[in-house]
């Protein structure tokens, strides 16, 4: 700690990231990548990038991928945002819509990047307790609020809101903005983008680091009324104008385009998530329902912590959360075939499973 940070800096919990190892030979199954390659259209588009126009500046408002994602969900390009990741647009958003008057409203349980930017803007904020079941209870969020988040499918348990309930939701809260964070909406689940055309106080953020392969370049992006659109517009202008570089834009729109690698790619993980949730249940394993690319599961007689380290000394690293709760749930991404294969292995070969 130094005695030149600011008073609220030294106060604040960073969030702590899933760890890159910097070993070899571990299956990794921690940060919820796709284990598949982007689609071979993106290293084609970047390739031909002509290279003597990386002395230039990015076009500050990415306007090729915003046209595309325009065309892709039908909607306007003033309904659209990018930026450098849906962590930077999550960010930008928090800043933009949330130091209110009133209590954000968000899950006990969900995304833990939420509560830092609470603190880091000063937001206050209230975390509504998911049912036993690990459900997203809006009745619970029947409250005077500034505004309401959450992640659907939620993150870490991998559960789903269903649409019609997020729609009650934004007409009980007419008043309010509900930024709904669908970082996992492309592996099953139902988007609420179609909430757009009817409501102007629904913000839907989605990425391309999971279903699309693209972590690595950090693209995000949100849809929504364009006046919630240019809020977030004047607040990236005032922080950073060229959040997205150009190779980073001529990927996302070949990534967009290739609808055919995005579907079959897709449909692998979410029939290995099915394959890998029968196969937990099979050994004792509680496995909740999940619509991501990601399996949260405990073992009746077994610590999330012992299973995490049991999986890491045999080369198999997976999330474990300390947080009381969910403490005896490992997080584990839907690898390839043979990398849940030899998870599952490896499971049963443990004494007490």
Same mark, same amino acid.
């Given at each position: 700690?130094?005695r ?18 910097k070993?070899d ?5 921690n ?17 031909n ?16 991928l915003?046209q595309?994602?325009a065309?892709?969900?039908q909607l306007q ?18 800043m933009?819509?949330?130091?209110? %008057? ?22 206050e904020?209230?975390?509504i307790?998911l049912?036993e079941?690990?459900e997203?209870?809006?009745?619970d969020?029947d409250?005077?609020n ?18 019609d309930?997020?729609e009650?939701l ?18 099953g ?6 909430l757009?055309h009817?409501? %102007?106080?629904?913000l ?6 999971k279903?699309r ?11 929504g ?9 004047r607040?990236?202008?005032?922080f ?5 570089d150009?190779?980073?834009?001529v990927?996302?729109v070949a990534?967009?385009? %290739?609808?055919?690698?995005f ?15 029968a ?13 991501t ?9 077994i ?15 997976v999330?474990h959360?300390?947080?009381p709760?969910?403490?005896?749930f490992?997080?584990?991404?839907i690898g390839?075939a043979?990398?849940m ?13």
């Amino acid at each position: 700690m130094s005695r030149y940070w600011s008073p609220a800096i030294s106060q604040l919990t960073p969030y702590v990231p899933g760890e890159q190892p910097k070993v070899d030979n571990l299956i990794k199954l921690n940060t919820n990548e796709n284990p598949y390659p982007p689609s071979p259209r993106v290293a084609e588009a970047i390739n031909n990038y002509p290279k003597d126009r990386l002395r230039l500046y990015c076009d500050p408002d990415a306007t090729a991928l915003k046209q595309s994602l325009a065309n892709h969900f039908q909607l306007q390009y003033s309904n659209i945002f990018v930026g450098n990741g849906s962590d930077e647009v999550l960010a930008l958003a928090f800043m933009a819509f949330f130091r209110q %008057d009133k209590p954000l409203l968000l899950p006990e349980t969900t995304y833990s990047f939420y509560d830092v930017y609470c603190n880091l803007y000063d937001i206050e904020y209230r975390q509504i307790p998911l049912t036993e079941d690990f459900e997203i209870n809006f009745a619970d969020y029947d409250q005077p609020n500034g505004g309401i988040i959450f992640a659907n499918p939620n993150a870490p348990t991998g559960r789903q809101t269903a649409l019609d309930e997020i729609e009650t939701l934004l007409q009980k809260n007419s008043e309010s903005l509900v930024i709904v964070d669908e970082a996992y909406i492309d592996f099953g689940g139902s988007s609420a983008v179609e909430l757009i055309h009817n409501y %102007d106080n629904v913000l839907v953020i989605q990425t391309f680091s999971k279903s699309r392969s693209l972590a690595g370049l950090r693209i995000g992006f949100a849809l929504g009324h364009e006046d919630l659109i240019a809020g977030l517009e004047r607040v990236k202008n005032s922080f950073n104008s060229y959040p997205l570089d150009s190779l980073a834009i001529v990927g996302a729109v070949a990534a967009l385009e %290739d609808v055919e690698y995005f579907n079959e790619t897709n449909q692998k993980i979410i029939d290995c998530r099915e394959w890998t949730t029968a196969q937990l249940e099979q050994l004792g394993f509680r496995v909740i329902p999940s619509k991501t690319n990601f399996v949260f599961t405990s073992h009746k007689s077994i610590s999330g912590a012992e299973l995490m380290q049991y999986l890491r000394s045999n080369n198999l690293l997976v999330r474990h959360f300390s947080k009381p709760g969910i403490e005896n749930f490992l997080r584990i991404t839907i690898g390839t075939a043979a990398e849940m294969q030899t998870l599952i292995e490896t499971l049963k070969q443990h004494p007490q499973i």
